[in-house]
């Protein structure tokens, strides 16, 4: 038996939910027979001090401590790092699955490459002495001061034989939330992966080999959810919600036969979603959906590997309307090359979509994350290589957490990686990029204030 102990570390972004993947993991050790603790630092209202999160860890006595890195927030969790020196760290997550040597030069000993859950089990009987390093797949480690990265690991494919991820919920402290009782984890996964090949998107962990869990697995954990929360609204945290037609079906018959009607969103690919498929899903207590666009410039879709079409998208908006499902509409500005054409035609855009759509995404300037294509093909030519650890951090403002239309117009209307200028665009693009950000961010609260107006001041579930 191994004593592990997690932590999500600090991050200028709060994070108001326990982190689903930190669920997933500490119900995989208990079920393996381990003794985990955890802290989400990046909660709010949870210790951020260094000297405090250490004296936490210490009077544990942990064999393994365990910190999550996402690229955008990693020099706070390196600066964590330093503050656990002396501790058997291991790095795992989104960063750490594409980047494992990075961790290795910044005190860890062990980093995890793509999902967690076997192996940091395995990586516990490492540390139990049951077990050799060389033989957990998909660990990076140092070998005698030298970085070595064990084979890959396949993607999870049983999903259904997953330790329940509500087991593990005890172990967030609902003051770290500011709330009294336990907090559930905000999402569901019913599936990992997603099959499309988009160019700017850094789903390296749960990649691109759809897998999916039954119908019946994933009702057991919503009715859990009611039973042990009196829950019955959560999102799907899935890549991609709505592939495979049948499956879709078979999970909608599943959440429509529970005895408490349930509310959901999810995020879905347009091209997977037809009005066939959206009144199962509507049927199934499906409130909102947030789609992927990116662009709509019918070039640059082609060019980013969105595989949609303008007039499709439109086509959704109108299918959700008449269902009455709310839409969020991502979209994003900047792209590398893109031309005051091709930026205009998303602008547009804006006005065409306007009447269907919920709204728009908050923010919405491309920032190229490491090992994705728009990375590899840039980074030289535009000299940004490493621009997460080499330059200061991109200070994202925290969402609005009321629903006060001046705050979300605060947060939604700027971007941090517009005065980054990645993709290096010309100054009178630059200002365009962010009259276009205030555009989007407008759109969004006039469909906002007509949707509270329409329904007497309830806000609508919306997507994140
Ligand atoms: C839901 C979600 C969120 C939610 C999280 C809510 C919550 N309470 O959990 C919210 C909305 C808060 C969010 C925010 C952000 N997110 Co987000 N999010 C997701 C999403 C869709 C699902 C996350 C999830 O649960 N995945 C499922 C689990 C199984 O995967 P996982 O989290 O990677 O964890 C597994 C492994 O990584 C590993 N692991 C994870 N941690 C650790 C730690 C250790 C010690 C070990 C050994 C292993 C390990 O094991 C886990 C289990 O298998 C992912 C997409 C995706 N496919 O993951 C994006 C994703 C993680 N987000 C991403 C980004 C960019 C962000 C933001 C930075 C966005 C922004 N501000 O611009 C913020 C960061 C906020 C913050 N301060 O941390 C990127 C990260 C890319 C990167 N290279 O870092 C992703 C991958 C989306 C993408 N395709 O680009 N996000």
């Not at 060019?303 to 303008?310: E, L, Q």
């Not at 500005?333 to 919920?358: M, N």
């Not at 491309?366 to 330059?391: A, D, K, L, S």
């Not at 290096?424 to 509270?452: F, M, S």
């Given at each position: 038996?191994?004593?592990?102990?997690?932590?999500?570390?600090?991050?200028?972004?709060?994070?108001r939910t326990?982190?689903?993947?930190?669920?997933h993991?500490?119900?995989?050790?208990?079920?393996?027979?381990?003794?985990?603790?955890?802290?989400?630092?990046s909660?709010?209202?949870?210790?951020?001090?260094?000297?405090?999160?250490?004296?936490?860890?210490?009077?544990?006595?942990?064999?393994?401590?365990?910190?999550?890195?996402?690229?955008?927030?990693?020099?706070?969790?390196?600066?964590?790092?330093?503050?656990?020196?002396?501790?058997?760290?291991?790095?795992?997550?989104?960063?750490?699955?594409i980047?494992?040597?990075?961790?290795?030069?910044?005190?860890?000993?062990?980093?995890?490459?793509?999902?967690?859950?076997?192996?940091?089990?395995?990586?516990?009987?490492?540390?139990?002495?049951r077990?050799?390093?060389?033989?957990?797949?998909?660990?990076?480690?140092?070998?005698?001061?030298?970085?070595?990265?064990?084979?890959?690991?396949?993607?999870?494919?049983?999903?259904?034989?997953?330790?329940?991820?509500?087991d593990?919920?005890?172990?967030?402290?609902?003051?770290?939330?500011?709330?009294?009782?336990?907090?559930?984890?905000?999402?569901?996964?019913?599936?990992?992966?997603?099959?499309?090949a988009?160019?700017?998107?850094?789903?390296?962990?749960?990649?691109?080999?759809?897998?999916?869990?039954?119908?019946?697995?994933?009702?057991?954990?919503?009715?859990?959810?009611?039973?042990?929360h009196?829950?019955?609204?959560?999102?799907?945290?899935?890549?991609?919600?709505?592939?495979?037609?049948?499956?879709?079906?078979?999970?909608?018959?599943?959440?429509?036969?529970?005895?408490?009607?349930?509310?959901?969103?999810?995020?879905?690919?347009?091209?997977?979603?037809?009005?066939?498929?959206?009144?199962?899903?509507?049927?199934?207590?499906?409130?909102?959906?947030?789609?992927?666009?990116?662009?709509?410039?019918?070039?640059m879709?082609?060019?980013?590997?969105?595989?949609?079409?303008?007039?499709?998208?439109?086509?959704?908006?109108?299918?959700?309307?008449?269902?009455g499902?709310?839409?969020?509409?991502?979209l994003?500005?900047?792209?590398?090359?893109?031309?005051?054409?091709?930026?205009?035609?998303?602008?547009?855009?804006?006005?065409?979509?306007?009447?269907?759509?919920?709204?728009?995404?908050?923010?919405?300037?491309?920032?190229?994350?490491?090992?994705?294509?728009?990375?590899?093909?840039?980074?030289?030519?535009?000299?940004?290589?490493?621009?997460?650890?080499?330059?200061?951090?991109?200070?994202?403002?925290?969402?609005?957490?009321?629903?006060?239309?001046?705050?979300?117009?605060?947060?939604?209307?700027?971007?941090?990686?517009?005065?980054?200028?990645?993709?290096?665009?010309?100054?009178?693009?630059?200002?365009?990029?962010?009259?276009?950000?205030?555009?989007?961010?407008?759109?969004?609260?006039?469909?906002?204030r007509?949707?509270?107006?329409?329904?007497?001041?309830?806000?609508?579930?919306?997507?994140?």
């Amino acid at each position: 038996m191994a004593r592990v102990f997690l932590v999500n570390p600090p991050s200028p972004e709060p994070v108001r939910t326990p982190l689903l993947s930190f669920c997933h993991l500490a119900a995989a050790l208990r079920a393996g027979g381990h003794e985990v603790a955890l802290l989400d630092a990046s909660a709010p209202h949870a210790p951020h001090d260094h000297a405090e999160i250490r004296a936490r860890v210490a009077a544990f006595a942990p064999d393994l401590v365990g910190l999550h890195l996402k690229t955008l927030h990693v020099q706070p969790a390196y600066a964590l790092a330093a503050a656990l020196s002396g501790f058997a760290l291991v790095a795992g997550g989104p960063h750490a699955t594409i980047v494992p040597d990075e961790p290795l030069a910044h005190g860890f000993r062990w980093v995890v490459r793509g999902e967690g859950e076997a192996a940091l089990v395995e990586l516990a009987e490492v540390a139990d002495g049951r077990r050799a390093p060389s033989s957990v797949a998909g660990l990076s480690w140092r070998d005698r001061g030298l970085p070595r990265h064990n084979p890959e690991r396949p993607f999870n494919t049983e999903l259904d034989a997953l330790a329940p991820p509500l087991d593990a919920l005890d172990l967030f402290d609902p003051a770290w939330y500011a709330a009294t009782q336990t907090l559930p984890p905000a999402g569901i996964l019913s599936s990992r992966g997603c099959p499309a090949a988009c160019t700017f998107c850094s789903n390296d962990v749960t990649g691109r080999r759809f897998r999916y869990r039954s119908a019946a697995s994933v009702a057991r954990e919503i009715a859990q959810l009611h039973e042990r929360h009196g829950l019955n609204a959560f999102s799907f945290f899935d890549d991609s919600f709505a592939v495979g037609k049948r499956r879709v079906r078979e999970l909608c018959d599943a959440m429509a036969a529970l005895p408490e009607r349930v509310y959901w969103t999810c995020t879905a690919h347009p091209a997977h979603l037809d009005r066939d498929v959206l009144a199962d899903m509507k049927r199934a207590g499906c409130g909102g959906v947030d789609i992927g666009m990116e662009s709509a410039d019918p070039g640059m879709l082609v060019r980013i590997g969105k595989g949609v079409t303008v007039e499709r998208v439109l086509a959704v908006l109108g299918w959700c309307a008449e269902l009455g499902i709310h839409t969020v509409v991502n979209l994003m500005f900047g792209w590398p090359d893109e031309t005051d054409e091709e930026l205009d035609a998303t602008i547009r855009f804006l006005e065409r979509a306007s009447p269907l759509a919920g709204g728009f995404n908050a923010r919405g300037v491309v920032v190229p994350y490491p090992g994705t294509q728009i990375y590899e093909e840039h980074h030289e030519r535009f000299g940004f290589t490493g621009w997460w650890i080499r330059e200061a951090p991109l200070a994202y403002p925290p969402f609005p957490t009321t629903w006060d239309l001046d705050e979300i117009l605060r947060a939604y209307a700027t971007d941090p990686a517009i005065d980054r200028n990645f993709f290096r665009h010309p100054p009178h693009r630059v200002a365009r990029i962010r009259e276009a950000l205030a555009a989007k961010a407008t759109a969004t609260l006039v469909t906002a204030r007509n949707r509270n107006a329409a329904s007497g001041g309830v806000p609508a579930a919306g997507a994140r």
